[in-house]
């Protein structure tokens, strides 16, 4: 079955950092493109990062670019999204998904809120 | 970059109706779009690909169609649990743009 489980949200402060990670499994994490979702409290999804298999290619949304990064560690079936210089319109739920071009799988989120 | 935008962005309607929702692009893309379900308080679940293939355990009460930039999704008989928000979400290329959503309430 697959299972992804995300973890590291929390509060913090505008200007902060946080590590969001996703731990993967239930298949063969390294044959998998993965992304990032957001879901900002009564707001819809957006979609903000994704990484290839091998982590030689990443994409992410314009208002992410230059303060967050993507990446994974095959060996230990994790996903990652380091967020730094946070803004209160960062706060929302993250969720992690396998992508096979589309959504398949997601996790149920980790909450981060950005506020002082 | 490509913009998805949903209409209508509310949408309440009896049991038993035939609902439709649309999905058009700012450029075209093919046939890369998917649709998700989301229920209240629950996460998103794929519903269609490929414009029109429908996900395995998916009621067949939904369909899907369209090609280029302009899509649709169906619910053929509307029935209580399809209470949602619904997404359109291109794929072809990034960033995988979501629509703004569609949320569908029982009348």
Redesign the interface.
Known sequence: EVQLVESGGGLVQPGGSLRLSCAASGFTFSSYWMSWVRQAPGKGLEWVANIKQDGSEKYYVDSVKGRFTISRDNAKNSLYLQMNSLRAEDTAVYYCARENYVLHYWGQGTLVTVSS | ?IQMTQSPSSLSASVGDRVTITCRASQGISN?L?W?Q?KPGK????LI?AASTL?SGVPSRFSGSGSGTDFTLTISSLQPEDVA?Y?C?K?NS????????TRLEIK
């Open positions: 970059d890369y998917a998700y989301q996460v998103p679940k794929l690909y996900q928000t997404y979400q794929y990034a960033p995988l743009t979501f629509g703004q959503g």
